[in-house]
Structures are given as structure tokens and as C-alpha cells.
């Protein structure tokens, strides 16, 4: 069964760090992997992407220079480093697969996690 699973989300205060992880089975090491959030009330927005090989990286600019996505395809993980949080990224994270290279589009990913919620305090 195909299975995304991630951890990690909590409550931090502004400018602190969370890291956030999604395991997966073996079959994700042949997908690209990205992270996306959604607010509430808002559309699932994209944060980062990386390659099936982590050869490649790719960031919105919204977070760029303070999140860093990795992948361990021995582990099977995927991870999001995020530091320096700020109030507005707060939101419900998920992870997800797919095979058709970078794209910023939910709908290009066949696969998803259930979410993990951050929370950052003012």
C-alpha cells in the first residue's frame, strides 16, 4: 500500500526550528518529493521540491534561504528543515510523490501524507 507518513509539526515560538520528516516505503526513492502547506482557509501552497536522487533542489521564494529540503533514499525519508519561523507559516504540512519532475502544482503529485500541523507563536 502506498504510504506517506510524516512528523515532526509542533508548536515553536518565532524564529526558532522545526524539523519535519516523511517516511515513506521503498518505492518513493524513483519520485521526485515536495512539501506543501495549507493554511486555513487558504489553497495548499507549495514549499519545496527535490529530485529522486537529491541531485536537485527547488524553493519557493517564500521560504527560500530559511527551510532546506533533504531526502535519505536509503532510509526512505524525506525531510524539511525550517528555521528562523515566522507567525505565517503557520499551517498543516504535507508531504507528497510524484514522477513528473518539479512542479509548484498539488495536482502533478499522486501521492500524499496525512499532514503534520506547525504552529509558530508571535
Known amino acids: 500500500q502506498v504510504q506517506l507518513v510524516e512528523s515532526g509539526g509542533g508548536l515553536v515560538q518565532a524564529g526558532g526550528s522545526l524539523r519535519l520528516s516523511c517516511v515513506s516505503g521503498?518505492?518513493?526513492?524513483?519520485?521526485?518529493m515536495a512539501w506543501f502547506r495549507q493554511a486555513p482557509g487558504k489553497e495548499r501552497e507549495f514549499i519545496a521540491w527535490i529530485s529522486s536522487s537529491a541531485g536537485g533542489t527547488y524553493y519557493a521564494d517564500s521560504v527560500k534561504g530559511r527551510f532546506t529540503i533533504s531526502r535519505d533514499n536509503a532510509k526512505n525519508t524525506v525531510s524539511l528543515q525550517m528555521n528562523s519561523l515566522k507567525p505565517e507559516d503557520t499551517a498543516a504540512y504535507y508531504c507528497a510523490a510524484g514522477r513528473a519532475g518539479l512542479s509548484r502544482f498539488a495536482t502533478s503529485y499522486s501521492y500524499w501524507g496525512q499532514g503534520t500541523q506547525v504552529t509558530v507563536s508571535s
Open positions: 521503498g518505492w518513493s526513492s524513483v519520485y521526485g
